[in-house]
């Protein structure tokens, strides 16, 4: 049975999207820490345990995180882009990217902020432009 971040990559789920090539897909939490908190997970492997991969998705999955957080940062005003993969919430592989000011803005355990649906269409194309620059 697919996962609900496999039918958002494949456009059956509505997504705020940043980045995708082939193989990867980026989208902005809809339950974000900070504005710009995305989500980047593999399109065709649905493991959930980020050490299952195999090496080339494993490898190719971290440069395409890489290369949407420095688009990220280019995007949303931070100090850094804070990366997490905890696994727990969805059974999905998927890296956490999420702009700081400080480290505890990468504290899972505050609220989330609650933003328009026009606010996150914005800061998910700022991103997506600033992907394509690359």
Known sequence: MATIFTKIAAGEIPSYKCAENEDF????????????????IP?????????????????????????????????????????????????HTHIHLVPLQTEGDLDFRKAKLSLEPGEMKEIA?????????L
């Open 43 to 91: 399109k065709h492997v649905e493991d959930d345990y980020i050490f299952h991969l195999d090496q080339k998705t494993y490898e190719g999955l971290w440069a395409f995180a890489r290369k949407v957080a420095v688009a990220l940062k280019a995007a949303v005003p931070c100090k850094r882009i804070g990366v997490a993969v905890l696994g727990m919430e969805v059974p």
């Open 125 to 133: 194309a700022k991103i997506f432009s600033e992907y394509e620059k």
């Open 25 to 40: 897909y980026a989208f902005l939490d809809i339950s974000p820490l900070a504005k710009g908190h995305t989500l980047v």
